[in-house]
């Protein structure tokens, strides 16, 4: 059974920094292309940054620059560090492969606000 957790999301204020981590099993996670999403309120989820197992990345133009992804394979875990938080970037956070094939965990809610 895959099980997907999110978590380390908070309030933050702008300009300042958050890690998220998303805890994997069920799956082959080394061979498998993980990506983070996010959907703010009355928007469609989008894609915000992809790495794939052999450690490419990709990320949304509005997050170049200020997010990493990254994975540690021997916890079956995948991080988004987030620095230079801005308003905008409020939404809650989900973790899925590349190709959102699994059903979609709880995610972990990002507020950015003064």
């Known amino acids: 059974q895959v099980q997907l957790v999110e978590s380390g999301g908070g309030l933050v204020r702008p300009g300042g920094s958050l890690r998220l981590s998303c805890s994997t099993s069920g799956f082959t996670f080394s061979l498998t292309s993980m990506a983070w999403y996010r959907q703010a309120p009355g928007k469609q989820r989008e894609l915000v940054a992809s790495?794939?197992?052999?450690?490419?990345?990709n990320y949304a133009d509005s997050v170049k620059g200020r997010f990493t992804i990254s994975r540690a394979a021997a916890e079956n875990t995948v991080y988004l560090q987030m620095d230079s938080l801005k308003p905008e970037d409020t939404a809650v956070y989900y973790c899925?492969?590349?190709?959102?094939?699994?059903?979609w965990g709880q995610g972990t809610q990002v507020t950015v606000s003064s």
């Open positions: 790495l794939t197992f052999t450690g490419r990345t």
């Open positions: 899925n492969t590349q190709t959102a094939a699994f059903a």
